[in-house]
């Protein structure tokens, strides 16, 4: 190992908590980036020098301040649960966990503020008994951080009612710290809050987080199980859209998804397509009338409190841990991400089953768009030949008008279509005059580098 710059820092700042050990610092130098067999192979040997886990504003300035003036790359980390290896640092340098930087602030009016490292099971646990929780949970929610969800997340259950953490309205403000020998903080509201969302820690280091939040329900936990594709998708598109009757996460599974979760087992019929749902208790009625409507029976129910006493929910069976299972059984699988077009999503589900079906396992998540509309989004299970195959698969959703949000890439833009609001680069000019903020992964910076440069 080599000696960098980076090493000298616990010298410099011997009272901050500095890991060190190459074993330690090369797990928080990973993500879930290995969900994807493409960048497992692009991110090995990926790691930074040495890792720092501030506890307060006060220390995490001193890392910043010290980085700053020796140009040293600084990579953001939360709880390390991303999927793109999104607190992978390219360039070696300084891991920045703002894990111990967690405290709770306040729940006021229908708002509620706290550290960027606060754990989402820690925030709703705060905020429950004074009546609200948070709008979204990733099913990561028990370790996952609001500034990783902010940093590099989209949503989870919840989407459903409050659509992506970037629908306008969910995140209210952030506090934010710049990337100099004399680092500024500034407190972003509203659009321009935004302009750090989904940007992998690139562009500012968000300390604080202000969010809208929703009334507490007691929700119940309960899933439906169909002989026929068609049937649940129906009713799962029927029961999500409906509205009336009130829910927290609607996900569909065709078969054979549920048989990956051998902890449910006695609840999933062989063969059977699962929905799981998160349902008020005064909506489960009527559920139960859509699910014998549609042909499908009810397998499992839990109240909330018999969830809590459990200590386990379907939600930890949603989203991206439906991945997690499979790929816990199964290695040889990984995923894909879409978005359907709302006027057209159940034709063309039906259409890429008809088309796919058997390589592609339909995993769906029922949601509202930013702008508001109902639609579905998938977390397709595949079974992985090569990265060829990969690839034509992800063109064959396109060719039927869904949108591909790539898993297997670790550049912002790539993720998005190269879809970057211009205003995003004029940020990170803001916050990271210097470019050391997770270098590498803004490819729009590096391309008005060398313009700046010359000048
Ligand atoms: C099994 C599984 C299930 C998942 N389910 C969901 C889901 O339901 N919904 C969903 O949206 N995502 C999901 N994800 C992705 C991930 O869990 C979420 O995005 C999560 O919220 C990330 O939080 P974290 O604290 O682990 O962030 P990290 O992985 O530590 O960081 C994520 C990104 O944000 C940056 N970052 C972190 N903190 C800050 C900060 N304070 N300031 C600036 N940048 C920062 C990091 O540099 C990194 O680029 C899932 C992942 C897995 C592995």
Request: net charge neutral; glycine share 10%.
């Amino acid at each position: 190992m080599t000696t960098t710059a980076a090493h000298q820092l616990p010298e410099q700042l011997p009272e901050l908590d500095w890991i060190a050990d190459p074993l330690r610092v090369g797990r928080l130098s990973q993500d879930f980036a290995w969900f994807s067999p493409v960048l497992k192979r692009e991110l090995a040997g990926k790691r930074a020098d040495i890792a720092v886990r501030p506890r307060s504003e006060e220390e995490i300035r001193q890392v910043v301040a010290a980085c700053a003036s020796a140009g040293i790359p600084l990579t953001v980390r939360g709880s390390g649960t991303g999927n793109y290896g999104q607190c992978t640092p390219l360039q070696g340098g300084v891991i920045l966990d703002l894990s111990g930087y967690n405290a709770f602030g306040w729940v006021r009016a229908g708002v509620g503020r706290a550290q960027a490292g606060i754990r989402l099971a820690d925030f709703d646990a705060r905020a429950k008994p004074l009546g609200q929780e948070l709008r979204w949970l990733p099913s990561t929610y028990r370790s996952a951080t609001l500034g990783g969800l902010f940093g590099g997340g989209f949503g989870g259950a919840g989407s459903i009612n409050h659509g992506p953490l970037a629908a306008p309205g969910n995140v209210l403000a952030v506090r934010a710290m710049t990337v100099e020998a004399e680092p500024q903080i500034i407190e972003l509201r509203g659009a321009e809050a935004m302009l750090l969302h989904h940007t992998y820690g690139t562009n500012g280091i968000v300390l604080e987080l202000e969010v809208a939040l929703t009334p507490t329900v007691a929700w119940t936990e309960c899933i439906a199980t169909f002989d026929d594709f068609d049937a649940a998708l129906e009713f799962a598109d029927r029961f999500g859209s409906a509205p009336g009757l009130e829910k927290k996460e609607v996900c569909f599974l065709a078969a054979p998804i549920p048989e990956y979760f051998t902890s449910l087992a006695e609840h999933l019929p062989a063969g059977c397509h699962a929905v799981l749902l998160v349902v008020a208790p005064h909506s489960e009625a009527g559920m139960r009338d859509m699910v014998a409507k549609h042909g499908g029976q009810v397998t499992y129910r839990k109240t909330a409190d018999e969830v809590k006493a459990g200590n386990k929910t379907l939600i930890e069976f949603t989203w991206n841990h439906t991945t997690l299972h499979a790929l816990k059984v199964d290695k040889g699988l990984t995923y894909i991400q879409s978005g359907f077009n709302p006027a057209r999503r159940i034709e063309q589900v039906k259409a890429l089953e008809a088309a796919l079906g058997g390589e592609v396992m339909m995993h769906l998540e029922f949601l509202r768009t930013k702008e508001g509309a109902f639609n579905c989004s998938g977390l397709q299970i595949i079974r992985y030949t090569t990265e060829e195959r990969l690839n034509q698969i992800m063109q064959i959703y396109r060719e039927h008008g869904v949108q591909i949000n790539n898993p297997h890439v670790y550049i912002v833009e790539d993720g998005k279509q190269n879809n970057l609001d211009p205003a995003v680069v004029a940020t990170k000019q803001r916050f990271d005059p210097l470019g050391l903020l997770n270098p590498g992964k803004l490819r729009s910076w590096q391309a008005v580098q060398p313009l700046r440069q010359t000048a």
